[in-house]
């Protein structure tokens, strides 16, 4: 059963949270695809879980709904993640002929979340936070593709068992490659997108969600045209489902799956072999099994695991278009989370996540290419409720 909250007491957001939300670059390592396997610390120490289990303020991006039940609060967070990723040029007889790995870095990822309650059953939040793919080759080169949403909610609790929110934000993407001579450097472009989410309390512990958010079409990167579908990189449209189970003794258990569209979009899903101008990396959609379970003691302690595993977002026949691209080859996430109490309002919360290896190997009988990744990624952040 989700908690239910009193009205709101009177607080001031501090000229440094405004400074921070107007500053952060925000952004995410690669997870499913090129989104990451949740958002919010809680959410990805259980696996991303999270469309029925509303735990922080960042929760508004995979389900607006639950903004309604994290109470007045403000998340702020930092993760790091360290991608490794190679791959194997293999011609007919499954010699290989030429194989790289890449250049070992470490990406640095804040988000950050604000929740208020306008009265004891519906809130307005905000959230900023990211989505992020990269890969560095001495010799394949390097490339990497970003998104930031700057995300304004509303949430409403409908009696005793539905809430129903929405959310309207801006989205920023940017691009760069130096795979195209001379190149451009990092390009941008800018959409206006939505989501919605609904929360139904079936009772005995037990809560159902769902969240859906359409394509969000995006001006093309005009730099890039030559890169994929003459630059038309839009904003896939995503949709889960959830159920989380609450005990009366601490523990949380929940599972989510959650369908990402990059089948859709032109320059994710066409053909690499189609003509240029028209042609994409041939990603299918991303298929996400999700599933958390959570421990809270008594004094705000706990400690959480979970899973994420997603279906084989690159083809076979297109591991060649995505050298620069194969972190999207990861299948499956392990993680785990903390939460140290600070006081009754105030928390330290910890994620850590292992990216298993994983490898895609070309369609077998001609030249191919062979993919691998794996990585570690871990976020701490803190929460505060007013």
Known sequence: ???????????????????????????????????????????????????ALPQDSLVVASNPAGMAYVSERFDIGIETSSPASEYADKNAAGTVTASEKGKAHTDYMPG???????????????GIYGNNTSAKYATAGEARFSQIYWDLSYAQRLGRTWTLGGSIFVVGQ???????????????NYGIGGRLGALLDIGA???????????????PFTDYVLVASAGDFDVPARYAGGLAWKSQFGLSLGVDYEVIKYSAVNSWGRSSTAAVGANGFGWKDANVLKAGAQYTARNG???????????????????????????????THATGGLTFPLSKDSEVDLAFIYTLPSTITGAAG?????LTTSGTSAEVSYGVRF
Not at 317 to 327: D, G
Request: proline share 6%; no cysteine; glycine share 12%.
């Open 1 to 51: 059963m989700l908690a239910r909250h009193p009205a709101p007491r009177r607080h001031t957001l501090t000229a440094l949270s405004i400074g921070i939300v107007l500053t952060l670059p925000l952004a995410a390592e690669a997870g499913n695809g090129y989104m990451p396997i949740g958002y919010g610390t809680k959410s990805k120490g259980m696996g991303g879980v999270a469309v």
């Open 112 to 126: 950050l979340g604000y929740n208020g309650m306008l009265d004891a059953v519906s809130s307005v939040g905000l």
């Open 174 to 188: 940017g691009l760069s490659t130096n795979t195209v001579v001379p190149s451009p450097g990092f390009t941008t």
């Open 205 to 219: 512990g037990l809560t159902l969600g769902a969240m859906y958010q359409p394509a969000v079409n995006m001006k």
């Open 301 to 331: 302690f706990a400690i959480r695991a979970g899973l994420d595993q997603t279906s084989q977002v690159i083809p076979n026949n297109e591991t060649a278009a995505n050298k620069l691209w194969a972190t999207a080859a990861a299948r």
């Open 366 to 370: 001609a030249a191919t290419t062979e």
